[in-house]
């Protein structure tokens, strides 16, 4: 395969190679529009000259603030091309922390997607002496304020002024270690770190990846992942310009299941949860029509399924098998860009996140923690090097998992050293594992365990509410809550029979001894889960931890 110097010459290169081809399928006004490989390098071109118009130089940073939509994905080919690098928000993110990431990443623009996001840099913009310019991709009211605001159309029609030659030189002046991007850890404390990553960091990984994929031009990805989101950004956007191969977005989360329906995809990126979900609707299934179902759910096209950003539980991977569907887990950090090792059609061993990728070692410490090595490995972070040289020794990334490497190299995930806890008997919990085994049961959809210092395990639960609703109704109950919790008599008892059946598989001192059961789901607005779903343990603890302790006293 073509050896590219930077991401912008294999884009270019992938662009004219591919031509007419279908790129990126989006929604729009309740119909999927195509785009072609050449008009998405035109428009990253003209987006680029009205960048270079606006004063970007190389070097600057740019910081994006969207959803999933297509011009995200031309917006960071546009600014790639001008020699700078951008800086992706998470899109539910408050002002707050739009202040924080644009200001401490010394933005001088912003491209938002709207007025809601566009707000948001608004009611901080005092606090952001360094930001220049802001662009919108819908049109938008904008205040008095000293910022220049233009439209997507308005920038790309800028770009007449600028000449292409300008545009062929940065690219010409970028390599393996131009800085591309800084993606901010979402942190569950304190403020988040900017992780530096640079074209080789993206190209290296994309590749490497796309090595073990076993997808062409001809396979269709649905894609969902936020594209602010590193694992999206490798896989969906750089894998796929790779190989060629045609992203469909989907219209939003909500609407997923029904945008594969339409689609058809042969492949799909997703995080856990989503497949804990569509596995918890077959569970109870006969294995035939558990296959036909899932078969009707992903589609008739699908090759396989990729899973990554959190562990998956193994039982899903091998139910999933069981149906023909092939459910692939990698593994992977935001600063290892991402993917350290995954699992492939040709190679797997189920309950692994697969064997390192061709140019990434891996080896475990003397105390289980997984370390990595290779062109895969950030630079370092943004403004820290103190974080950066606690992170990075000797050139290997301390990922702060624990894990195993099985005999062929296969290797498993145990637990983050930051979450394991010891209670006050002494005894090493591993939060994680007890998490999904909870999890397993049908009747409980997350769970988050506690007891640091204590004297037993006990837990938060979230119920799966559709089937424990269609069990009160059967029973004659009524749940009932009172401060996010359940305090229903008859639920608490079912659940708590629930979960001690569960715990019989674990020894006594690992076993929740009690629970709190939430009335509610973890969400991302409340900052429970991050942008991938993943549960955000410490700060769901910070935040029930007064009731969590009330457990103890009884």
């Not at 840099?121 to 002496?129: G, H, K, R, T």
């Not at 270690?177 to 850890?185: G, N, Q, R, V």
């Not at 988050?448 to 395990?457: I, L, M, S």
């Amino acid at each position: 395969m073509t050896e590219w110097k930077n991401l912008c010459s294999m884009h270019r290169s992938q662009s004219q190679r591919f031509g007419n081809r279908v790129a990126l399928r989006h929604p729009q006004n309740g119909l999927y529009r195509d785009l072609a490989w050449n008009s998405y390098r035109r428009q990253a071109d003209q987006a680029a000259a009205g960048l270079i118009g606006l004063g970007i130089e190389a070097g600057d940073r740019v910081a994006i603030l969207s959803e999933n939509r297509f011009e995200w994905l031309i917006a960071d080919q546009a600014i790639l091309s001008t020699g700078a690098a951008d800086v992706p928000l998470h899109a539910p993110l408050s002002p707050k922390q739009v202040e924080y990431q644009v200001s401490h990443s010394e933005a001088c623009g912003i491209i938002v997607s709207g007025q809601a996001q566009a707000n948001k840099v608004f009611e901080v913009l005092d606090q952001l002496p360094t930001l220049e310019f802001l662009i919108s991709f819908d049109t938008i009211d904008v205040p008095d304020c000293r910022l220049k605001t233009l439209t997507w159309q308005g920038l790309k029609h800028r770009s007449r002024a600028i000449n292409s030659n300008e545009i062929a030189a940065r690219e010409a002046d970028l390599d393996k270690s131009s800085l591309a991007t800084i993606i901010y850890t979402s942190g569950t404390t304190g403020n988040p770190k900017g992780v530096m990553l640079t074209h080789g960091n993206l190209l290296c990984n994309a590749k490497s990846t796309y090595d073990i994929s076993f997808v062409s031009m001809d396979d269709v990805l649905m894609s969902w992942l936020p594209y602010s989101h590193i694992y999206a950004r490798t896989v969906d956007h750089y894998l796929t310009s790779i190989g060629g191969l045609t992203v469909v977005l989907a219209e939003s989360v909500d609407t997923l299941m029904d945008d594969i329906k339409r689609i058809q995809p042969t492949w799909l990126t997703a995080v856990p949860r989503v497949y804990e979900k569509v596995w918890n609707a077959v569970a109870t299934l006969d294995q035939e029509t558990r296959t036909s179902a899932l078969h009707s759910i992903f589609g008739s096209r699908v090759k396989q399924l990729t899973s990554g950003g959190a562990p998956l539980p193994r039982y899903i991977a091998e139910g999933f098998f069981e149906a023909g569907i092939p459910l692939l887990e990698g593994y992977g950090l935001t600063e290892s860009s991402p993917v350290i090792s995954f699992n492939s059609i040709e190679n797997y061993r189920l309950g692994s996140v697969g064997q390192s990728l061709g140019d990434v070692e891996v080896k475990i410490s003397d105390v289980s923690e997984i370390l990595t090595k290779g062109p895969h490995v950030m630079t370092g972070y943004w403004k820290d090097p103190n974080a950066t040289s606690e992170t990075i020794v000797d050139g290997w990334l301390h990922t702060g998992d624990v894990g195993r490497l099985d005999e062929d190299a296969y290797l498993f995930i145990t637990d983050r050293m930051k979450d394991l806890f010891v209670t006050s008997t002494g005894k090493n919990i591993a939060p994680a594992e007890l998490e999904r085994i909870l999890s397993r049961d049908e009747y409980i959809d997350q769970a988050v365990v506690y007891g640091d210092g204590r004297q037993f395990v006990s837990a938060l639960i979230v119920p799966n509410f559709e089937k424990l609703q269609t069990l009160a109704e059967a029973s004659g109950w009524t749940i009932e809550s009172d401060n996010d919790f359940i305090t229903t008599p008859d639920v608490l008892t079912f659940l708590d029979e629930q979960v001690q059946s569960i715990m019989q598989q674990v020894s006594q001192p690992e076993r929740v001894k009690k629970f709190l059961a939430l009335a509610r789901p973890f969400q991302v607005e409340d900052d429970e889960l991050t942008a991938t779903l993943k549960i955000r343990r410490r700060h769901i603890i910070s935040r029930y931890e007064e009731h969590l302790a009330n457990l103890y006293e009884h």
